[in-house]
């Protein structure tokens, strides 16, 4: 079986200006960045009225192993379904980081005849909506530092700033370090550090904007660090939040691109659910919405990440309600929640399928949570035997109340997920889903915190030191206790421990750091030994990836 990049490379694509004219684009609006990538104008879309019909289909899936689930092939393929079904639909996707293109878990835009495409471009660089953010991010960094040099007229405690820097890369090395070296004409030194920019609160602002003056406004809101009677200093005092607009300002219109199969996908904003929340734009969410009736999306990592941040921050804050919720997985991930080792999923195992099982129902009980009866897609592999389909089947219907529907998109682009678009369209329309929130604003930081600990994380609490519970009520008196609460911490497991598969009870939710992003609208609870600057495995991707006589990449996935 051929590659995903060898897909790819054979792959016979429309030309951009014709998938715009599909979706019924006005050509004025489209910015070719080349023949098969454009920006849609931000002006345009904000015009365009709302599509009272369309249905907002939201992707999830169990907790995440190294034997793969294929959220986002999941994704392309039941868009690349809807469309076969006559719907007209379009993809609503974030955008790759290069740091774990490079890294372990590998890029962005699907796999086998179910990707997006360019696929190379699409995961190296893009439309560089990254380099925008990074460098808005970096602006604001080395402006704290200036001002601090030419004297500080805000009284900054250089004890207390919190902006750290950001890069798109995984470089532990910048984890933690000492800026400012040199002598007198470098500034003060003090500590400092660098998370990934998947994690910077830019990219969240990014992602949660509607248009340049709520991204300004909001820009303006950031808390950069306290003065050292502990009262906040804002980006706005600083007067940096115009320029670091101007540098988002093109960014800020979403990518358009294609499926393999020709179905339109807005590809915009990019934070990981481990630590960040986890979605795409509410600007190409939104403008999905308006110019298709059917928008598939997805959000990061597992369903107690991913999905619990799209339904208590994302649909908050913007208004949008799924309709249908799909919730994938693979009978190899669930054999490794079940206790297999990686290199012995390819034999039937149907003990261990059932012990892991327990993993998909722990999603199942925390989607119906959100009044939403998920749709269980299991993509499938050729290693899954027909013992240990018959038995998931059974446990699907028997144990869960549901059908699991097997998928085989991988191999079959949209053909491969018709059963799957099919009962999406059943559940989209049939009215039953009552979205709502797990909790609501006017309750306390740390009874959001524990809500979301006992009935998504299923732990018996909160564990958090003195300092964590000073720093509660800190930001309750600042005002900001009314904003909902964004978990960073491993997507490997429920609890703390990334060790912890299956699903784990008899454990308390560690909270390590709150983080007060009042641009953004949330607060970061950073729980366990999560990094908001990962590292590059002992061997990373970037070993294996280079480029040929040719000029085609490969070892890219």
């Given at each position: 079986?051929?590659?995903d990049?060898?897909?790819?490379h054979?792959?016979?694509?429309?030309l951009?200006?014709?998938i715009?004219?599909?979706?019924?684009?006005?050509?004025a609006?489209?910015?070719?960045h080349?023949?098969?990538?454009?920006k849609i104008?931000l002006?345009?879309?904000?015009?365009l009225?709302?599509?009272p019909?369309?249905?907002?289909?939201?992707?999830?899936?169990i907790?995440?192993?190294?034997?793969?689930?294929?959220k986002?092939?999941?994704?392309?393929?039941?868009?690349d379904?809807l469309?076969?079904?006559g719907?007209?639909?379009?993809?609503?996707?974030r955008?790759?980081?290069?740091?774990p293109?490079f890294?372990?878990k590998?890029?962005?835009?699907?796999?086998?005849?179910?990707?997006?495409?360019?696929?190379?471009?699409?995961n190296?660089?893009f439309?560089?909506?990254?380099?925008a953010?990074?460098?808005a991010?970096?602006?604001?960094?080395?402006?704290?530092?200036?001002h601090?040099?030419?004297?500080?007229?805000?009284?900054?405690?250089i004890?207390?700033?919190?902006?750290?820097?950001?890069v798109?890369?995984n470089?532990?090395a910048?984890?933690?370090?000492?800026?400012s070296?040199?002598?007198v004409?470098?500034g003060?030194p003090?500590?400092?550090?660098?998370?990934?920019?998947?994690a910077?609160?830019?990219?969240?602002?990014?992602c949660?904007?509607?248009?340049i003056?709520?991204?300004?406004?909001r820009?303006?809101?950031?808390i950069?660090?306290?003065r050292?009677?502990?009262t906040p200093?804002?980006?706005?005092?600083l007067n940096?939040?115009?320029?670091?607009?101007v540098?988002?300002?093109?960014?800020l219109?979403?990518?358009?691109?294609q499926?393999?199969?020709g179905?339109?996908a807005?590809?915009?904003?990019g934070p990981?659910?481990?630590?960040a929340h986890?979605c795409?734009?509410?600007?190409a969410?939104?403008s999905a919405?308006?110019?298709?009736d059917?928008?598939?999306t997805?959000?990061?990592?597992?369903a107690?990440l991913?999905?619990e941040k799209?339904?208590d921050?994302k649909?908050?804050?913007?208004?949008?309600?799924p309709d249908?919720?799909?919730?994938v997985?693979t009978i190899?991930?669930?054999?490794?929640?079940?206790g297999?080792?990686k290199?012995?999923?390819?034999q039937e195992?149907?003990?261990?399928?059932?012990?892991?099982?327990?993993?998909l129902e722990?999603?199942?009980?925390?989607?119906?949570?959100?009044?939403?009866?998920?749709?269980?897609?299991?993509?499938?592999?050729i290693?899954d035997t027909q013992?240990e389909?018959d038995?998931?089947?059974k446990?699907c219907r028997?144990q869960f109340?549901?059908d699991?529907?097997?998928?085989?998109?991988?191999?079959?682009?949209?053909?491969?997920?018709?059963?799957l678009?099919?009962?999406?369209i059943?559940?989209a329309?049939?009215?039953?889903?009552k979205?709502?929130t797990?909790?609501?604003?006017?309750q306390s930081?740390?009874?959001?915190?524990?809500?979301?600990?006992?009935?998504?994380y299923?732990?018996?609490?909160?564990?958090y030191?003195a300092?964590i519970?000073a720093?509660?009520?800190e930001?309750e008196?600042?005002?900001?206790g009314?904003?909902?609460?964004c978990?960073?911490?491993?997507?490997y497991s429920?609890s703390?421990?990334?060790?912890?598969?299956g699903a784990?009870?008899?454990?308390?939710?560690?909270?390590?750091e709150?983080?007060?992003?009042?641009g953004?609208g949330?607060?970061?609870?950073i729980?366990?030994?999560?990094?908001t600057?990962p590292?590059?495995?002992?061997h990373?991707?970037a070993?294996?990836?280079?480029i040929?006589?040719?000029?085609?990449v490969?070892?890219?996935?």
């Amino acid at each position: 079986m051929a590659t995903d990049i060898e897909i790819a490379h054979k792959a016979k694509i429309n030309l951009i200006s014709k998938i715009a004219e599909n979706v019924g684009i006005d050509e004025a609006a489209v910015s070719p960045h080349g023949k098969y990538i454009a920006k849609i104008g931000l002006d345009y879309l904000n015009c365009l009225p709302d599509n009272p019909n369309a249905k907002l289909v939201l992707v999830t899936a169990i907790n995440p192993t190294p034997a793969g689930e294929g959220k986002t092939t999941t994704t392309i393929g039941l868009g690349d379904g809807l469309s076969l079904l006559g719907k007209k639909t379009m993809l609503a996707l974030r955008e790759p980081s290069l740091g774990p293109c490079f890294g372990t878990k590998g890029g962005a835009t699907g796999g086998g005849y179910a990707q997006i495409m360019p696929m190379e471009d699409i995961n190296l660089h893009f439309t560089g909506d990254f380099h925008a953010i990074s460098s808005a991010h970096n602006l604001l960094a080395a402006m704290i530092d200036n001002h601090i040099h030419w004297g500080n007229e805000l009284g900054i405690d250089i004890r207390r700033i919190y902006w750290r820097r950001v890069v798109d890369m995984n470089d532990r090395a910048l984890r933690n370090i000492v800026s400012s070296l040199g002598g007198v004409n470098n500034g003060f030194p003090r500590e400092d550090g660098f998370d990934i920019t998947v994690a910077s609160e830019i990219m969240a602002i990014f992602c949660l904007a509607k248009d340049i003056e709520d991204l300004t406004e909001r820009i303006g809101n950031i808390i950069i660090g306290y003065r050292r009677d502990k009262t906040p200093v804002y980006a706005r005092d600083l007067n940096a939040q115009g320029a670091m607009a101007v540098l988002l300002r093109n960014a800020l219109s979403p990518n358009l691109v294609q499926t393999l199969e020709g179905t339109p996908a807005l590809v915009h904003g990019g934070p990981f659910a481990n630590i960040a929340h986890g979605c795409n734009s509410v600007i190409a969410t939104r403008s999905a919405m308006k110019l298709a009736d059917y928008v598939v999306t997805e959000a990061g990592f597992g369903a107690d990440l991913g999905a619990e941040k799209f339904f208590d921050i994302k649909c908050r804050k913007s208004g949008l309600k799924p309709d249908a919720v799909v919730l994938v997985a693979t009978i190899r991930a669930l054999k490794m929640h079940g206790g297999v080792d990686k290199k012995l999923l390819g034999q039937e195992n149907i003990a261990a399928l059932q012990t892991g099982a327990k993993n998909l129902e722990r999603h199942i009980q925390n989607i119906r949570k959100f009044g939403i009866e998920p749709i269980i897609a299991i993509n499938h592999f050729i290693t899954d035997t027909q013992g240990e389909i018959d038995a998931l089947h059974k446990i699907c219907r028997e144990q869960f109340g549901l059908d699991a529907i097997f998928c085989d998109h991988w191999r079959h682009g949209g053909k491969g997920a018709i059963e799957l678009a099919n009962r999406v369209i059943e559940s989209a329309e049939s009215g039953n889903n009552k979205f709502h929130t797990l909790y609501n604003d006017n309750q306390s930081i740390e009874e959001k915190l524990e809500t979301i600990a006992r009935e998504i994380y299923h732990a018996d609490g909160l564990k958090y030191d003195a300092k964590i519970k000073a720093r509660f009520q800190e930001i309750e008196d600042l005002g900001f206790g009314k904003l909902p609460v964004c978990v960073a911490k491993t997507q490997y497991s429920f609890s703390s421990d990334p060790k912890k598969l299956g699903a784990p009870i008899g454990h308390s939710l560690e909270v390590r750091e709150l983080r007060l992003s009042a641009g953004a609208g949330f607060i970061v609870a950073i729980c366990g030994d999560i990094m908001t600057m990962p590292g590059l495995p002992r061997h990373p991707a970037a070993e294996l990836i280079g480029i040929d006589e040719k000029g085609e990449v490969f070892g890219l996935f």
